[in-house]
């Protein structure tokens, strides 16, 4: 078997047919996947929620995730936000004539393990190679299904004056470990990715709520471009109070030293919740029994005033207007 990637391994032929076979069925086989038919024949019921991203992160491998990892919990978040049950994915990859095998497989086996974690199946894929220098090692596309329940769906549209704001954790982990790992920079406290996983979160506080208005995860642009998407498709204006808006040590101190402001940095394991104020306490208690919501807080509120205005009252008692994120703050964290 070759040790890395050839143009051959794109042709349609055997050596495309041994890639699917020893590699991507290899780790990511299912019933439904492993009948290698040009389609996937899925056991969906009524309203269906899909979602679609593409993942060109660099570098691969980061503290706390991968690119792997980070494709299947991008998609499955997404499908999640809109209160549906995640249950299928597809899996596109592009990939660069005389990429390495081995680290083909750590991505896929990594895929693997969070699609499993995540209890959802791949269903079917597709790959391309590309020549040197076409694309940088791999870029990954995932699809996702989901399955909606009975009821009006959170959607960014539904916030309204009286509503609580909540985030289940610390904000822009992913954002500053990414850049951190690939400029090479060490802080005195390391910083992680918070890439997961938040379906069973989500499940938890809308079993726990029941009637969830808005839910959103905080990705690129962070939780000061979300929060603003929110105020405008709502209609709404939103009040954010800095010093109830969690953030780890090393995001903190990084953030200090290299002058960025963490409301902008991305996530890929935080949500934004927004309930109405007298479920407010049902949904933290639910957030903070799950280990996804240990550092979850109440940081906003949503009230009447100017339509699409985000006002942050900070720490020393001021108060900030916050806009949308200008231009790529930080390309290629996802």
């Known amino acids: 078997m070759h040790t890395h990637i050839l143009l051959d391994h794109?042709?349609?032929?055997?050596?495309?047919?041994?890639?699917?076979?020893d590699v991507f069925v290899r780790h990511l086989g299912n019933a439904v996947l492993s009948s290698l038919n040009d389609a996937a024949c899925l056991d969906l019921s009524g309203r269906v929620a899909m979602s679609t991203d593409t993942f060109t992160v660099t570098p691969l491998f980061f503290p706390g995730g991968d690119i792997g990892s980070l494709a299947v919990h991008g998609t499955v978040n997404d499908v999640a936000m809109c209160g549906a049950v995640p249950r299928y994915l597809s899996c596109g990859?592009?990939?660069?004539?005389?990429?390495?095998?081995?680290?083909?497989?750590?991505?896929?086996a990594s895929m693997a393990r969070a699609a499993e974690s995540a209890g959802v199946q791949i269903a079917t894929g597709d790959t391309k190679v590309v020549p040197r220098g076409a694309v940088d090692q791999v870029f990954i596309n995932t699809t996702g299904l989901g399955e909606l329940g009975e009821g009006t769906p959170p959607q960014g549209n539904r916030a309204a004056?009286?509503?609580?704001?909540?985030?289940?954790?610390?904000?822009?982990?992913?954002?500053?470990t990414v850049l951190a790992h690939r400029e090479g920079l060490n802080f005195r406290t390391p910083v992680e990715s918070d890439s997961a996983a938040l379906n069973g979160l989500v499940s938890d506080v809308m079993q726990a709520v029941g009637d969830v208005h808005v839910l959103r995860d905080p990705t690129r642009g962070g939780l000061a471009t979300t929060i603003k998407e929110i105020a405008e498709q709502s209609g709404v204006c939103i009040e954010l109070e800095e010093s109830r808006i969690p953030f780890s040590?090393?995001?903190?101190?990084?953030c200090s030293f290299l002058g960025l402001d963490p409301l902008f940095l991305a996530n890929e394991g935080k949500m934004i919740c927004i309930?109405?104020?007298?479920?407010?306490?049902?949904?933290?208690?639910?957030?903070?029994?799950?280990?996804?919501g240990k550092r979850a807080e109440i940081v906003g509120r949503?009230?009447?005033?100017?339509?699409?205005?985000?006002?942050?009252?900070?720490?020393?008692g001021g108060q900030r207007l916050v806009h949308m994120l200008e231009g790529e703050q930080l390309p290629r964290i996802c």
């Open 161 to 176: 004056p009286g509503d609580a704001v909540l985030v289940n954790g610390s904000m822009g982990d992913h954002g500053l």
């Open 10 to 21: 794109g042709s349609g032929g055997l050596a495309s047919q041994r890639l699917i076979k």
């Open 275 to 292: 309930v109405p104020q007298d479920m407010a306490e049902k949904a933290l208690q639910a957030m903070r029994s799950h280990a996804l």
């Open 93 to 108: 990859f592009i990939l660069e004539e005389g990429l390495s095998l081995e680290l083909l497989e750590r991505i896929v």
């Open 249 to 254: 040590p090393g995001v903190e101190e990084g």
């Open 302 to 316: 949503v009230i009447q005033g100017q339509a699409g205005r985000v006002v942050l009252n900070t720490a020393i």
